[in-house]
């Protein structure tokens, strides 16, 4: 018996209850993707196949190393390595700063820091592989959701426009899965370590929008909503764009809840009371106001919430970092705007030209309305405006999906967009990773209208082989992206390839070639990047310290007086500064850039170190102690204030305050070779050999090549009169060291006093 579909605006008896509403329930499936060459699987099975080929893509990412960014945010972030309390990162930006303080890049992601501190933990310290290994298997789980999500903005699973079907697109919503799982954009996401910020945020993002589909199909919708707020506010806390969610909930429930589509919309608008009309189109209205008063609510609340924690200020950021934020003139700002969106649009369609950093003049500015780019400014709103325009003139599932998938892609990326605030980037193709499933879906619309026109064989063959290949280029590049983000020399020679005039690639080439021991290729680097951008202050700042070391100091003197003419602000170039003036004994200048530094950073143990050496160097010795006790303890681990510190007080003579505070120093690096030798030669001073022994063969334990401990121990035992293991310890001391004429010289006279003891038994 067929059943009869009810009148389109009937309410069901429960429909009157607070977030819910009774859905009908309807005879019959209707494949909408039916034409797709993709094969129909249960949602399990395709989450499980996406997730494979999401790990297989990024699996040779987990043997890379920390590069790039991560350089900053996770090695030298206290709030990871522990050396902060647990507390302190939810005062803290993404990069371990305060940011509350105007300096800060206000970036508050204290659950991607938290699972940072987590790995960090688990694997026993700074070891990579654990991190990209979370990444990798984020990126799996992520995958799988995006097939569910897909299908939630398909409409999988509601009636039809017809009212007696319930759709159904499992080949589309797996299509999209595999796009999203492959797409190269997301290699910086998956293979950068911060790139987990993104990871995080889209998982939350999607369980809270599925969260939100399920409190409008279901009577169990309050504690669907409460996760939906919940998850929401989780995903904001990884990473900003988390937010959005919101905005996609409240399309989603207009579009397919309230029935309301924008061909609907602009008719009721075009009628003589569209008022009346909108109020009997659905009798839904009351518990859609209702969700969206809680979406609204939730919104507000963390906007608030996220401004309070920054202290009620915005971030600061510089020509450098977004030219075209402080572009004259407000045509050119906006023309350079759109210019960035077009780039970024051209990034998802065509992603086989990505750079790891695409600021300071990788994108000129157009200043000129002949500059050709405005062309691609006007084929990129050309095709938005189609697709709009394509979305309003039908009243279709086809064009609803489209709407859906659109509202996605603009909605993520609102907050890259320059529109509510100054963004510090040109591009950034992390926050591809969630737009990037509204680009994916409105291809696979497409391709499936495509698929439509096509005729059955030779057409369904033709877009077989684009789509085999299509998958098969893209998992490629992924692949090869994910090993150049594994190694750091590849990554930064491939920013070069694709913009040759970033600055900011020249000087992360050159920081490259410092840790491979190539001086001369730095300079060169460092060089063309302050050419390209002469007020890049950490590339003076760089510069100035490797001329410093080839004793090239007074153009590093220069160098560094840009720096902080350029950035003020700049602690750790007032402090090289200081360093060098204090090396061209000018102290009197180089203690007042020292205290300019502390200015801007009060707790600074490597200035208040560098202060202590600086007062060494003028013979005021106590105000050298007191700068290096402030140092360690500002920073427990601080090696070289303990060890200045020990040996200035073996100097001066106080002896037992040295040991007191190496025994001190040692609760903090049990492990330091250096600080065992400095106790065994103050307790060898003191005649106390037995511990002194001790100490001397602790420090060989960790260091058993270092010449000077083995000549040192054999003083000790030499003048402890255990003659053979002094002279085993000076032969071993000479093997590493042969120029060692002191060592050689003990050595000598060791070996007369055995002479003549043996002729003495004659």
Not at 139 to 161: F, N, R
Not at 309 to 338: E, K
Not at 363 to 385: A, E, G, H, N, Y
Not at 655 to 682: R, S, W
Request: charged share 20%; proline share 4%.
């Amino acid at each position: 018996m067929k059943t009869q579909s009810p009148k389109k605006n009937r309410r069901s008896p429960t429909t009157d209850r607070l977030f819910t509403e009774t859905r009908y329930k309807p005879a019959a499936l209707q494949s909408w993707d039916s034409l797709l060459p993709i094969p129909e699987l249960p949602p399990a099975a395709s989450c499980a196949i996406v997730a494979v080929i999401a790990a297989l893509c990024y699996a040779n990412s987990v043997h890379g190393g920390f590069v790039f960014d991560d350089s900053e945010a996770i090695e030298n972030n206290a709030d990871i390595t522990q050396e902060s309390a647990l507390y302190s990162l939810f005062l803290h930006d993404f990069w371990g700063d305060d940011i509350s303080r105007q300096e800060s890049h206000k970036s508050y992601r204290p659950l991607t820091v938290l699972t940072f501190r987590w790995t960090h933990y688990l694997a026993g310290g700074l070891h990579p592989l654990l991190f990209h290994l979370t990444n990798v298997v984020l990126h799996g789980v992520v995958s799988a959701l995006s097939v569910l999500v897909s299908a939630a903005l398909m409409g999988e699973g509601l009636p039809g426009l017809n009212q007696n079907t319930t759709l159904k697109c499992l080949r589309a919503s797996l299509f999209c899965g595999v796009l999203f799982a492959v797409h190269p954009v997301h290699s910086e996401s998956v293979a950068a370590v911060v790139g987990r910020a993104d990871l995080l945020c889209a998982l939350f993002f999607f369980l809270s929008f599925l969260a939100y589909v399920s409190a409008c199909a279901t009577d169990s919708s309050c504690l669907s909503l409460l996760l939906c707020v919940l998850f929401c506010a989780i995903s904001m806390l990884c990473k900003e764009q988390g937010i959005t969610v919101l905005g996609v909930c409240w399309l989603y429930d207009i579009l397919y809840v309230g029935d309301l589509s924008l061909h609907r919309l602009l008719t009721y608008l075009r009628s003589s009371s569209p008022l009346y009309q909108l109020r009997h189109h659905t009798g839904h209205w009351h518990a859609i106001l209702t969700r969206h008063a809680l979406l609204l609510g939730t919104g507000l609340a963390l906007c608030i919430f996220r401004y309070t924690i920054m202290g009620a200020s915005t971030p600061q950021f510089t020509p450098a970092d977004n030219p075209a934020a402080f572009a004259d003139g407000l045509l050119t700002r906006v023309a350079n705007y759109n210019y960035y969106y077009a780039l970024n649009g051209w990034l998802l369609l065509n992603p086989m030209s990505l750079c790891f950093d695409w600021s300071m003049g990788c994108v000129p500015l157009i200043r000129s309305s002949l500059d050709p780019r405005v062309l691609m400014i006007l084929s990129f709103w050309l095709i938005l405006i189609f697709l709009v325009y394509h979305c309003a003139i039908r009243d279709s599932h086809q064009s609803r999906i489209l709407s859906m998938f659109l509202a996605v892609l603009v909605i993520t990326f609102l907050p890259a967009s320059n529109i509510f605030f100054r963004v510090g980037f040109v591009i950034a193709e992390r926050n591809l990773y969630l737009p990037s499933l509204g680009f994916i879906g409105i291809v696979v619309t497409g391709i499936n209208a495509l698929a439509g026109l096509c005729g059955p064989t030779k057409g369904r063959m033709m877009i077989q082989v684009f789509l085999v290949v299509l998958i098969t280029t893209h998992m490629g590049k992924s692949v090869h992206r994910s090993h150049q983000w594994s190694v750091e020399e590849e990554l930064y020679q491939s920013g070069l390839d694709v913009c040759p005039l970033n600055a900011k690639v020249h000087y992360n080439i050159a920081k490259a070639a410092v840790d491979r021991g190539k001086e001369k290729y730095a300079i060169a680097s460092y060089r063309e990047a302050i050419r390209l951008n002469p007020e890049y202050d950490h590339a003076l700042n760089n510069l100035a310290n490797l001329l410093k070391e080839d004793s090239q100091e007074i153009e590093a003197e220069n160098l560094l007086k840009r720096a902080v003419h350029v950035n003020p602000s700049f602690a750790a170039a007032w402090m090289n500064l200081g360093i060098v003036q204090a090396s061209l004994k000018k102290y009197d200048a180089a203690q007042q850039s020292y205290e300019q530094a502390l200015v801007h950073r009060r707790s600074y143990p490597d200035c208040y170190f560098n202060l202590g050496n600086l007062f060494l160097d003028r013979n005021d010795h106590s105000r050298a102690a007191e700068f290096w006790r402030k140092a360690v303890r500002i920073k427990k681990t601080h090696v070289f204030a303990w060890r200045n510190l020990i040996t200035l007080l073996d100097n001066r003579g106080e002896l037992n305050t040295a040991v007191e505070v190496a025994h001190e120093a040692l609760q903090h690096l049990p492990e330091d070779p250096g600080i065992h030798f400095i106790l065994g030669n103050v307790l060898g001073k003191a005649d106390r050999f037995e511990e002194a022994e001790v100490a001397f063969l602790t420090a060989l334990r960790f260091s058993p090549g270092v010449s000077a401990y083995h000549g040192n121990i054999a003083v000790l035992y030499h003048r402890w009169k255990k003659l053979d293991k002094a002279e085993q310890h000076y032969e071993r001391a000479l093997e590493i060291n042969p120029a060692d004429t002191a060592t050689l010289e003990n050595l000598n006279k060791l070996r007369r006093v055995r002479a003549k003891q043996k002729k003495g038994k004659r």
